[in-house]
């Protein structure tokens, strides 16, 4: 265990996935009762590997990262039960101390908003030599002059002169690269990215993306990127996970879950995109509406919005089932929805 | 398309926002040049989709039609009528047939008023439009087109989803049966699987009620579905504008092009070997935009004449519609075909 945490020397040692999500149950517990915000995720990854969490808001797609990255206010929250392992140990288990070494060295996180994400009344080089200061121990100058290698890396023009500034005089791409900065300051082994560009336009998303890419070819790092974009997620990624109700309903190797989607929920997303060739008609929407994590629905929670169901769907929780080595989907009829039969 | 009557006609409009220094002497030192000379027609029963970047002056454009912001120049005719310099009375009576949909459901209804209210306030403030008995019963109706449960009434906006909460804007915009209604990003804040109802809803109203839209977005494939026509938009001006397929199949404006092609495809087929023009930088500062031809700063086309002449909006030598570049020529930039 020692050798996990003792940074680079210890790497390439674990010969399982480098990540592994088991299981993991997630709730809240509130005024008006138990949120089970995940409720049973099994992903994983490993070096270099692209995963993409796709799901709506309330999905647990970002409480599943949160809880990986151990930022979770706890309480509300509550990791009710699974595991979390990075190189074969549950991270879940350690001490903090010993989770704080994990964050930023072995696993990091760009988050959504970065206006948000930064602090306002710190320059930003600051911000990004903090990580060298507190993790490695660095001087105050050298610390700094690694934060604008930084900067020359996530592509931020004159980063020398630009290094005293404050997040207020970033324009928002410029602010997500440098998140993207303080993240992959420590050379982590995994990136989350948790919609890293929902609040970007599409041309600095361009930049955006390219940029993650290329640091992740560089570095050989796995990434999991979180979002609800599907073209986002058909650019980038190797497989998918999509989420519904604090659930997996559907793992899949990018090109299968696109070519021949085996969930009645992913497939009626990919169905809701406006397609060219069917403009003027009226597009397919999911009936109803997202479950309330109150009040979740028995059974599949998914059925009361779903045309594949039939009557024990409300009562029997279907289970990940295996429809080959790299995929599975929690329908009981996913055969049906596979052949396309409705 | 036989064109239809114009019921919108935006010719030369600028709006500029003052930039002051000094707190007793104010002196004007600049001016945000937020809408810089944009002209347009909207006919009766179009969509008209506007399409740019955030800062790009779409919203302003928005704003200035609903004459929530005067002008600094041009006009707003509706139905012949110039809304910029309407007072009074007048304004008020026009602007019933010029109604909007707000992007944010969760901060453009108030939270202390009833669904009832909401819908129904149009009516207080134009109260010559129905008498005061009937208009319980209308606003039911009005929750009952846009697919609320009519029984709701009394309800709290914190009571429903996001997607019910923009029924209850659209029922609103439609309360006084306007023949315009301008949506500002309309399912941007909602989630996936809840847009598809929503722009279903947008076009069944259309249909039904002979509306037309001015819609304002940033999701390309959104707007190619509703819109009959597109106008492309890049710092205060209109860049391009045609009709959806000679906009996404033959962009002519590199902007334009650009735009396309930085959008991800929802297909993963090919994805290795799709071209894509990635624009460097990011737009400039509508303060002090660039001489001549406004996108020159990041075009890989630009030549000298970008930047002593600005490109006028017309129609060039091998192109079918109108494109406000030097060098225009159609590029299909999007190959795949989803």
């Not at chain 2, 106008?231 to 209109?238: D, Q, R, T």
Request: some cysteine; aromatic content about 6%; proline content about 7%.
């Amino acid at each position: 265990m020692v050798e996990v945490l003792s940074g680079p020397t210890g790497r390439g040692s674990y010969s399982g996935a480098l990540l592994e999500v088991e299981n993991l149950q997630v709730e809240f517990h509130t005024r008006q009762g138990v949120a089970k915000a995940v409720n049973g995720v099994t992903y994983s990854v490993n070096p270099g590997e692209t995963l993409a969490v796709l799901g709506e808001s309330g999905s647990g797609k970002s409480v599943t990262a949160q809880t990986i990255m151990g930022i979770l206010d706890m309480p509300p929250g509550r990791v009710a039960g699974g595991a979390i392992r990075f190189r074969g140990v549950d991270i879940l288990k350690l001490p903090e101390e010993q989770r704080r070494r994990i964050r930023g060295e072995g696993i990091s996180m760009v988050f959504q908003d970065a206006l948000s994400a930064l602090n306002p009344v710190f320059p930003v080089g600051w911000q990004i030599a903090e990580m060298f200061r507190i993790h490695r121990g660095s001087s105050r100058s050298d610390a700094k002059k690694k934060a604008v290698e930084l900067m020359d890396r996530v592509r931020i023009p004159g980063a020398r002169d630009r290094v005293n500034d404050f997040p207020h005089q970033f324009s928002g791409g410029m602010r997500q690269r440098i998140m993207i900065a303080m993240a992959i300051a420590l050379d982590p082994e995994i990136l989350i990215a948790d919609e890293p560009t929902t609040a970007l336009d599409v041309t600095v998303q361009a930049q955006i993306m390219g940029l993650l890419a290329d640091l992740q070819r560089d570095s050989n790092m796995g990434l999991i990127l979180i979002t609800h974009d599907l073209g986002v997620v058909a650019d980038v990624a190797d497989k998918i996970a999509v989420m519904y109700g604090g659930r997996i309903v559907e793992t899949a190797p990018v090109h299968d879950l696109y070519r021949n989607p085996a969930h009645p929920y992913t497939k009626g997303l990919l169905e809701s995109i406006p397609r060219v060739d069917l403009k003027g008609q009226e597009l397919y929407a999911i009936k109803g509406m997202p479950p309330n994590l109150l009040e979740m629905p028995s059974g599949c929670a998914f059925h009361p919005r779903c045309p594949y169901r039939r009557e024990d769907c409300a009562t029997a929780v279907p289970p990940l089932y295996p429809i080959s080595g790299t995929r599975g989907s929690a329908c009981h009829y996913w055969r049906e929805v596979v052949d396309g039969s409705r | 398309m036989a064109p239809a009557e114009s019921i919108l006609e935006v010719r030369d409009l600028v709006k500029h926002f003052p930039l002051t220094q000094g707190i007793v002497f104010k002196r004007q030192i600049g001016a945000i040049k937020a809408v810089d000379g944009v002209s347009f027609d909207l006919r009766r029963g179009e969509t008209l989709g506007v399409v740019g970047e955030s800062g790009c002056g779409k919203s302003t454009l928005a704003k200035v039609m609903m004459a929530l912001e005067r002008p600094t120049s041009g006009s707003v005719k509706v139905n012949g009528r110039d809304i910029t310099k309407a007072k009074g009375a007048e304004l008020k009576h026009m602007r019933r047939n010029i109604q909007m949909v707000m992007q944010d459901p969760y901060t453009s209804l108030n939270p202390r008023m009833t669904v009832g209210d909401i819908v129904g306030e149009p009516f207080e403030i134009h109260s010559e439009v129905l008498p005061k008995g009937g208009r319980r019963k209308r606003v039911q109706e009005l929750l009952d087109v846009v697919g609320l449960n009519p029984d709701h009434i009394n309800r709290y906006p914190h009571q429903f989803s996001g997607g019910q909460r923009q029924r209850i804007g659209i029922a609103r915009g439609l309360a006084l049966q306007p023949e315009v209604i301008i949506c500002d990003e309309p399912v941007s804040a909602l989630d996936v699987s809840i847009q598809a109802q929503v722009m279903n809803l947008l076009d069944r109203l259309q249909k039904e009620f002979n509306l037309a839209y001015i819609f304002i977005a940033h999701d390309l494939s959104v707007v190619r579905h509703i819109s009959d026509r597109v106008a492309v938009m890049y710092l205060g001006k209109i860049v391009e504008l045609g009709g959806d397929s000679q906009i996404y199949d033959r962009p002519s404006h590199p902007y334009t092009q650009a735009l396309l092609s930085a959008v991800p495809v929802p297909n993963p087929e090919g994805r290795e070997a799709r071209e894509r023009i990635i624009l460097q930088g990011d737009p400039p500062s509508p303060a002090n935009p660039p001489s001549g031809c406004r996108f020159r700063t990041r075009c890989w086309k630009a030549q000298d004449i970008c930047a002593k002449e600005e490109p006028l909006l017309q129609i060039r030598p091998g192109t079918d519609h109108l494109s406000a570049c030097h060098f225009a020529e159609a590029l299909d930039v999007v190959h795949v075909q989803s």
